[in-house]
Nanobody, 125 residues
Framework: QVQLVESGGGLVQPGGSLRLSCVAS????????MGWYYEAPGKQRLLVAQ???????NYAESAKGRFTISRDSAKNTLSLQMNSLKPEDTAVYYC???????????????????WGRGTQVTVSS
């Protein structure tokens, strides 16, 4: 089991910057990848960026060139540096951890997804 706590959201003007952080605790050794997702009201939760335990990264097209995802394995912390923010970036941003661990009732392994409670990002004048 993994617990995730996000922080760093807030109100910023267009063109400004924010840095989001996510601290993971629990069975962090089972984590295979982590990522940031955003969810605007009434819309689907979508990927912003992800990073695997091997350091591979993947970004949404709208995030390329503006956002940077990073992970500090020693501190179990995931970060998202957000620059050149736009009003359309306004959303709740969620931290996600994907694990590969033993199933509850068998010897097989299963993929589990864990989510934080989210942090609000608002880009407005």
């Amino acid at each position: 089991q993994v617990q995730l706590v996000e922080s760093g959201g807030g109100l910023v003007q267009p063109g400004g910057s924010l840095r989001l952080s996510c601290v993971a605790s629990g069975n962090t050794f089972d984590i295979t990848s982590m990522g940031w997702y955003y969810e605007a009201p009434g819309k689907q939760r979508l990927l912003v960026a992800q990073i695997t335990s091997r350091g591979r990264t993947n970004y949404a097209e709208s995030a390329k060139g503006r956002f940077t995802i990073s992970r500090d394995s020693a501190k179990n912390t995931l970060s998202l540096q957000m620059n050149s923010l736009k009003p359309e970036d306004t959303a709740v941003y969620y931290c996600k951890a994907e694990t590969l661990e033993a199933s509850d009732y068998g010897t097989d392994t299963e993929v589990y997804d864990y989510w934080g409670r989210g942090t609000q990002v608002t880009v407005s004048s």
